[in-house]
């Protein structure tokens, strides 16, 4: 023989931390029981062999435990040179990690069983006897419980329309075994208002039925009778519904009864080599003087699982024959929960889509009829610069005609070929047509008018002067001509606000606009993408300094010395009468118009205005 080998140190301090390390006794218990599992002989045998046993523990009752625990001690004593390696889970990792291969062991509930058996060829060697059962074949069972007080509920008739709790199938039968016992009694119908299934250990639903969380619960077999030896919970507090009588088993039970825990090889038996059946012979035959302790199971010859296989086979049609509209609520509870509230924010966004469409509306239609009025004064300002223009006519009549009639016609002309081009893009609509032949028949009536103002403007009357506070003169007429002419580049006014100058309103409207009008005309033969118009008031010498300028291209000196000569213009289509025009306005008012630059060669257009004396009133 060879020292001893300790093996599985890490298993078996998980094993102390896992199984039901609340119990301090026996936790002691199964501390010392591990550590002699894990701890064996391992032997220069020739014919030694390694046993991997799954155990479905995790969760699982005392006295199943205590029976592995137990069963594993002695095959180690009995079998000193056969190496045992014991790996645990619950029952959903049990059945996920399980594969066919040799050497491999699984004590697991007879439910479980009967899958794997199905499933993969696997095959029991032994089966736990409950100490209070006649054999294998009657170990387990479904007991219904209710509070001792519960004077409703008395016989299985009154579970009808009851909350009921149980544990999952996953860790205990006992749920499926009371579905085909309510089955004879009830048929199809539907007995429970709500069903309630829980993972964790079936002792919970004890204690939840004591704590008033349901009407019934479902428990296994010869479970009360513990917790109650264990001190658990009070005597009396518990009864039993529907329970039956028999010598079968000794302990309450409200179901027929069925087969228990099982020993079992996953490889099929008709693959096993000579010796490993005789190692499988060998093991059944030392479980049969496993050492029995107050908690533990016996072991026997394996039951026929007859019963337990038509279980398995009906558990799914039972589940969905429970599945009325009660269950399928109880069961789906947070998905309708969650349903109705996707369904309470598709409406509230509906309505919060059809409020915002209305109001949307309403903006839109104030959007309309605000833009209507400022067309209105648009045209009434059109109307006004036209009258402008034609207070500008002073001298050189013809000349100035001609100069007044290029706006109209090069609207006349703009619209016209915005028409064509509408046309060739097969874009032109009936609206589009419709007020482009408007704005031309406009357009043409403006230069008729033209001619026909300049004709009579010997029967004007002289200009009627005012007070005018200069600052925000130029601040409202900017906004006129941005309006007018659509104008997009920034005009920045600053300097004095307070000054006030006697001038003639449509005059002096006529003289800004046409310095806007140039500077902006600059900026878009500059090619420039971005440009500002600067003007500023100041005060110098009791007069008022009005400066226009811009970031347009710097011009020459010949160019500055020719602007306000009638007739000469830097334009390519110019007339040279505009600054003329603005010149001898500015004039009139007792000021002057000059054209300077600065450092850098900058146009700079100086306006000069006598103060107001009086104060406004």
């Known amino acids: 023989m060879k020292e001893n080998t300790i093996i599985f140190s890490e298993s078996r301090e998980k094993l102390n931390e896992v199984l039901l390390p609340s119990r301090e006794g026996f936790c002691l218990k199964l501390k010392f029981a591990s550590l002699i599992l894990s701890c064996f ?94 054999d294998a074949e009657h170990s387990s069972g479904a007991v219904f419980i209710t509070k001792s007080d519960r004077k409703d509920i008395s016989s299985l008739k009154d579970l009808e329309g009851t909350a009921v709790l149980a544990a999952e199938p996953a860790l205990s039968p006992s749920y499926p075994m009371a579905l085909r016992e309510l089955e004879r009694v009830f048929g199809d119908n539907q007995v429970f208002q709500s069903t309630k299934l829980i993972a964790s250990p079936v002792e919970q639903v004890v204690h939840e039925i004591l704590a008033g969380k349901a009407d019934v619960g479902i428990v296994d077999t010869c479970l009360l009778e513990g917790m109650i030896e264990q001190g658990n919970i009070p005597e009396n507090s518990i009864k039993v519904i529907g329970a039956k009588g028999g010598a079968d088993l000794k302990c309450f039970h409200s179901t027929d009864l069925y087969p228990g825990w099982v020993f079992a090889v996953a490889y099929p038996r008709n693959k096993m080599d000579v010796s490993e059946i005789e190692g499988i012979a060998n093991m059944v035959e030392a479980l049969k003087s496993v050492p029995q302790l107050n908690t533990t199971m016996e072991w026997t010859t394996p039951s026929d699982n007859t019963e337990i296989l038509e279980l398995k086979n009906s558990l799914e049609k039972l589940k969905n024959r429970q599945k009325t509209i009660r269950s399928f609520i109880e069961e789906y509870k947070y998905v309708i929960w969650i349903s109705f509230l996707v369904l309470v924010g598709i409406l509230s966004h509906s309505l919060y889509a059809e409020w915002l469409v209305r109001r949307k509306t309403k903006e839109l239609r104030q959007t309309i009829q605000e833009k209507e009025e400022l067309e209105k004064k648009v045209s009434e300002e059109r109307e006004k610069m036209e009258h402008l223009e034609k207070m500008g006519i002073v001298s050189q009549m013809s000349s100035l005609i001609a100069h007044e009639l290029q706006q109209p016609l090069n609207a006349i002309v703009n619209y016209a070929r915005g028409l064509r081009l509408l046309k060739e893009k097969g874009r032109l609509s009936d609206d589009k047509f419709h007020t482009a032949v408007c704005e031309i028949s406009e357009q043409g009536l403006q230069a008729s008018a033209i001619v026909n103002k300049v004709r009579n403007y010997s029967k004007h009357h002289g200009s009627k002067k005012v007070c005018i506070r200069i600052f925000d003169f130029l601040q409202l007429t900017d906004e006129k001509f941005c309006r007018v002419r659509n104008c997009s580049i920034p005009i920045e006014i600053s300097g004095n606000r307070d000054l006030l100058v006697e001038a003639d309103l449509l005059e002096l409207e006529l003289l800004v606009v046409n310095l806007l009008k140039n500077s902006c005309e600059a900026l878009e033969e500059s090619g420039m993408k971005k440009g500002t118009i600067f003007i500023k008031v100041i005060e110098k010498d009791g007069r008022a300094l009005i400066s226009f300028c ?68």
């Open 41 to 134: 002989f391992s032997l220069s045998h020739a014919h030694a062999s390694d046993w991997v046993v799954k155990a479905q523990t995790v969760g699982e009752s005392e006295s199943i435990i205590d029976t592995i625990v137990t069963t594993l001690d002695h095959l180690r004593d009995t079998f000193p040179f056969e190496h045992f390696f014991l790996e645990y889970s619950d029952n959903k990792t049990f059945k996920n990690s399980f594969s066919i291969q040799k050497g491999l062991l699984f004590i697991t509930d007879a439910l479980t069983f009967a899958e794997l058996s199905e499933k993969y060829g696997a095959w029991a060697f032994a089966a736990m006897k409950h100490p209070l059962a006649k």
């Open 550 to 617: 811009d970031t347009a291209s710097p011009i020459d000196k010949k160019t500055l010395r020719n602007l306000f000569t009638p007739g000469l213009s830097s334009k390519k289509n110019g007339l040279g009468l505009g600054l003329s025009l603005c010149q001898k306005i500015a004039e009139a008012h007792g000021g002057s118009l000059k054209a300077s630059q600065d450092s850098q060669n900058k146009l700079i257009f100086t306006l000069e205005l006598p103060i107001y004396s009086e104060n406004l009133s």
